[in-house]
């Protein structure tokens, strides 16, 4: 199946997305009529533009959370995805760092795993004590540790005991309840269509699947036909997830399947800025520019002040109507040096117990596509302390700055 990214170019230009063919994904003249929404309305809550940050282990922790909701352009972010028995402990300190959260985070949504409805029902309580705006479900992480106690996709195999949890958990909080499945345990035993509808009738709020089976892992295509025949099913708004690596796939996410919103994973700690990319190709961006694709597209002036600052001159407004004019930037290496560092500083100062480890797992997706990127992140690799990290990124990027302007070189 084809993504946008490798669509082939030909297609005739002006073509509708068919829904009834739910394997044909839209060209790019297609999704100059389709664009992500610019808001959806889960229960109480405005998420706004309909983009979410999805709920991943090690990654989203409050740091990283408040990294992306400054970067703007991402509607909704959610935590890392929580044990609800942790929740329940009281000397489960692990759990406890996990939902920890500060102001600026909302709108924020707490993801829970576990298969006891009580348990759950408990735990989701706490999170609306603690001022969460939502509380999601977690049916869908595949780690073996995991779907061995029977909880995230591991619960796919009994849908009574989800519907189970469902009403329990809707019955003990008022805050919008959601959940995020998978479309099955492999492609024989796809329940992904059943299990909205039980969602809907439970009182859940929304839904997002997360486009491929239990069995897949995170390997091969997200099959976007199954969100399409998600959103057929139910009246309650539907989120995409799968395989969006680029602005452009958002839109064709939406094209091919009509959903609601669409959530994106692994594709944000490489390229943190594709909230604000999405809600500049969408048309409807009310973040600053910083980076530079335009210039090269063709919409402005790239100019570089004596500092080595980049910023982009643009002759009109873009028009939200054509997404051909609606470019979207690109990041500059002046922009991953500012990235980097606030990232890394963001971490030194939550005095996170793992934060020289966070920065060294953070260091391979930030220096890419940046020359010489392999000896800042050796030397991140082989510093011992957060602070050493940050100095050696730093030092780096300033000799960078100074080879640029023919003041020194780089060996």
Not at 242 to 268: K, L, N, S, Y
Not at 293 to 312: I, K, M, N, P, S
Not at 373 to 382: H, P, Q, S, T, V
Request: glycine share 8%.
């Amino acid at each position: 199946m084809k993504k946008f990214w490798d669509n082939d170019s030909s297609c005739e230009a002006g073509a509708s997305p068919a829904r009834s063919d739910k394997n044909v994904r839209p060209t790019q003249a297609v999704l100059t009529q389709v664009v992500v929404p610019s808001s959806v309305q889960i229960g109480s809550v405005t998420i706004s533009p309909a983009t979410v940050l999805a709920p991943m282990a090690g990654v989203t922790d409050t740091v990283f959370r408040r990294f992306i909701r400054n970067l703007g352009g991402c509607g909704l972010i959610m935590t890392e995805f929580t044990s609800a028995d942790g929740v329940l402990r009281a000397k489960d300190q692990k759990a406890k760092r996990y939902l920890h959260f500060y102001e600026d985070e909302h709108p924020i949504s707490a993801q829970l795993f576990g298969s006891d409805p009580r348990v759950m029902a408990d735990a989701a309580r706490i999170v609306e004590d603690l001022g969460f705006d939502m509380v999601d479900l977690n049916l869908g992480c595949p780690a073996k540790k995991v779907v061995k106690c029977n909880g995230g996709s591991g619960l796919l195999r009994d849908l009574p005991k989800i519907g189970g949890i469902f009403e329990a958990v809707r019955a003990a909080v008022t805050i919008p309840f959601t959940v995020k499945f998978r479309a099955g345990w492999n492609d024989d035993e796809l329940v992904c269509v059943e299990l909205a509808k039980i969602a809907e009738d439970c009182g859940l709020c929304a839904v997002a699947l997360h486009a491929r089976t239990r069995e897949q892992g995170y390997s091969g295509n997200a099959r976007w036909e199954w969100i399409a025949a998600v959103k057929d099913a139910v009246k309650i708004p539907v989120i995409g997830n799968g395989d969006i690596r680029t602005p452009e796939d958002a839109c064709a996410m939406v094209a091919a399947t009509g959903c609601d919103a669409v959530m994106i994973g692994r594709t944000a700690p490489a390229n943190p800025w594709i909230f604000r990319q999405i809600e500049q190709y969408c048309g409807n961006s009310k973040s600053p520019p910083c980076l530079a694709e335009d210039a090269r597209q063709g919409w402005g002036t790239l100019r570089t002040d004596h500092v080595g600052r980049t910023a982009l001159t643009r002759p009109v407004e873009h028009s939200s109507t054509n997404l051909r004019s609606a470019a979207y930037d690109e990041p500059s290496e002046a922009d991953r040096y500012e990235m980097i560092r606030t990232y890394f500083q963001m971490l030194i100062e939550e005095e996170l117990p793992d934060a020289t480890g966070k920065m060294k797992q953070f260091a391979s997706w930030f220096t890419h596509g940046v020359p010489g990127g392999a000896a800042l992140r050796k030397a991140i690799y082989d510093s011992k302390t957060a602070p050493e990290i940050l100095a050696n990124v730093e030092e780096f990027f300033e000799a960078r700055a100074l080879t640029s302007m023919g003041l020194a070189s780089v060996e």
